[in-house]
């Protein structure tokens, strides 16, 4: 009769009893992420990692805690692309599927609404995407991320571009205005200040404007680099109206959406030569002890199981998983966790350094760069022949890059 009315209680407020998660023989995770909105096709990249990392853990019999295996089973929330949303899928996750720990948002907006609810309940979340600096600066105690923030990666590809002959001397820079976006322009700016090229121009725009009127103005000014912040669809909305107005500059910059296969998918031979930045592709040198091999191996099991190719960002939520899966071992805690036990799971994920497919995942415990995945070094990748392939820095270089861009009406 007690344990009748407790679970009437329970009820009432929206909870489950403690002895319904007692015995739990998986672990129950949460995923945030965008499955629906404007952000959607990024959201679904995520979720393709986030779901092949749990089917291939499951197969192998699932997490190994002290000789024995759990299974993972997926929840999600679907941010519908609004940071609102994705905070209140994950008080829902946190508070009536009470998960052990969370896979988080493919965007930093939500993944800056989504930390302090987790951080809140003290359940640990890693992103596979998100990478506005804002995120780290905040220094959640419970968010980490696998993709260094842009500000860590933006660099790279401006420097690769000054190393060029004839060396570009001016550039227009654009972000879109949200959190991502605009902290890649930001990078870019700062780059090309640092390496002598002057910046024309330099403007946040709304998200989703028709891009013909800003970049007509800027074709009067003929820069020799156009570099932009944004997501998917506005980074192929921004070649359109390149070829629109028929402007060719020397060199095109852009970060997340290159590598995305949608990205050549909807422009065909228009792709060809776009630079773009990376962290991971599936011909890096990587070794890895959990669940694949390497790049190659990943990129093989993703191929044959979504038929598209993966791009950083599924690679990145997969290997979110196996930084989890690492942590979960080194911390020997077993579902369904309390706070204690989601404290100590933090506390290994501060500590773990490891060699994965993706490369090496080594949370920063201090600085701007605070639970940020350091362990990663940031790559120049072009479109060439169809796909990303790495064009700087020379000890990871498949090819040279290919400069000036070919302009849009010779091509074949």
């Not at 190994?64 to 929330?77: D, W």
């Not at 220094?139 to 790279?156: D, E, L, M």
């Not at 103005?217 to 506005?234: C, Q, S, Y």
């Not at 979504?306 to 196996?322: E, F, R």
Request: proline share 7%; aromatic share 10%.
């Amino acid at each position: 009769m007690r344990r009748l009315v407790a679970f009437a209680l329970c009820a009432v407020l929206g909870v489950s009893p403690a002895w319904a998660q007692a015995g739990r023989d998986h672990f129950k995770v949460g995923v945030i992420t965008s499955l629906s909105g404007d952000l959607a096709t990024g959201g679904n990249v995520t979720k393709r990692g986030y779901d092949l990392w749990a089917k291939a853990v499951n197969e192998a019999g699932g997490i190994e805690v002290n000789g024995k295996r759990y299974p993972v089973k997926l929840y999600y929330a679907d941010a519908q692309s609004e940071p609102s949303q994705g905070a209140s899928g994950a008080e829902r996750l946190a508070t009536q599927e009470e998960v052990d720990f969370v896979l988080g948002p493919y965007s930093s907006g939500v993944t800056l609404a989504v930390a302090p609810v987790l951080e809140k309940y003290k359940i640990p979340m890693i992103t596979g995407s998100a990478e506005s600096p804002l995120i780290w600066r905040q220094r959640f105690a419970y968010t980490f991320g696998t993709i260094p923030p842009v500000n860590y990666t933006g660099s790279q590809p401006v420097g690769a571009l000054a190393g060029l002959t004839p060396k570009p001397k001016t550039a227009i820079v654009l972000g879109s205005n949200d959190a991502f976006s605009k902290a890649t322009a930001e990078a870019f700016k700062a780059a090309a200040e640092a390496h002598g090229i002057r910046v024309l121009k330099f403007n946040i725009v709304p998200s989703g404007q028709d891009l013909i009127p800003l970049l007509s103005a800027a074709k009067v000014l003929r820069p020799d680099v156009i570099a932009f912040g944004g997501h998917d669809e506005e980074l192929i909305n921004l070649v359109k109206a390149l070829r629109q107005i028929n402007y060719t500059p020397k060199a095109l910059l852009m970060h997340y959406g290159v590598t995305e296969p949608a990205f050549v998918e909807a422009l065909g031979k228009d792709a060809e030569e776009v630079f773009g930045a990376s962290v991971w592709t599936p011909t890096l040198p990587t070794r890895g002890n959990l669940l694949w091999a390497d790049a190659r191996a990943y990129a093989e099991a993703a191929q044959k199981e979504y038929g598209v190719p993966a791009d950083y960002t599924q690679a990145g939520c997969s290997a979110a998983g196996i930084a989890f899966q690492a942590a979960v071992a080194r911390a020997g805690v077993t579902p369904p966790l309390d706070e204690g036990e989601r404290r100590a799971l933090r506390d290994a994920l501060e500590a773990l350094d490891i060699e994965t497919f993706y490369g090496r995942i080594d949370f920063a415990d201090q600085g701007e760069f605070y639970h940020a995945n350091t362990g990663l070094e940031a790559l120049t990748v072009q479109i060439q022949g169809g796909r990303p392939v790495i064009a700087a820095p020379a000890e990871f270089a498949e090819t040279q890059p290919r400069y000036p861009m070919t302009p849009w009406n010779q091509r074949r």
